[in-house]
C-alpha cells in the first residue's frame, strides 16, 4: 500500500497534472507539499475548465482541500512501490535479527522460563488470609 503524502514527497521535481474541483487544470513541476495536500508547483500552465484559455504562471500555490485529483508519471508510481518494498524488507530484517539476538547472547539463555512459571490469573493467592 502507498501512502499519498509519501508519493507526493517522492514526486518532488517530476511533472504533474492537478485538477481542481471547479474544473481548472494545472500542469506543472512539483516543487513541495505538505500534510494537508497543499501543493506548490513551478513552470504551470493553468487551463479554464472549458479548456479555452491557457495561462503560463512561473510558479502557483493549489490548497489541498481544492485539489480534485492528481495525475503523477507511472515512473514516480513505481520509484514510491521500489522503495515501500526496501523499508519492508529491512523492517523483516531488523525483527529477524532481534529474534536472532533474543536466543543467543541476549536472550534468557539456559535458565528457567521468564517470569518463575507461576500460574497466572484468579485472585492473586491467599496470602495474609486465615
Known sequence: MVLPLSLLRTAQNHPMLVELKNGETYNGHLVSCDSWMNIHLRDAICTSRDGD??????????????????RIPDEVVEMVKDEVKEVRRQQKDNTRAKKNFQRGAGGNVGGPPRGGGAPRGGRGGQRGRK
Open 53 to 70: 484559455r491557457f495561462q503560463k504562471m512561473p510558479e502557483v500555490y493549489v490548497r489541498g482541500s481544492t485539489i480534485k485529483y492528481l
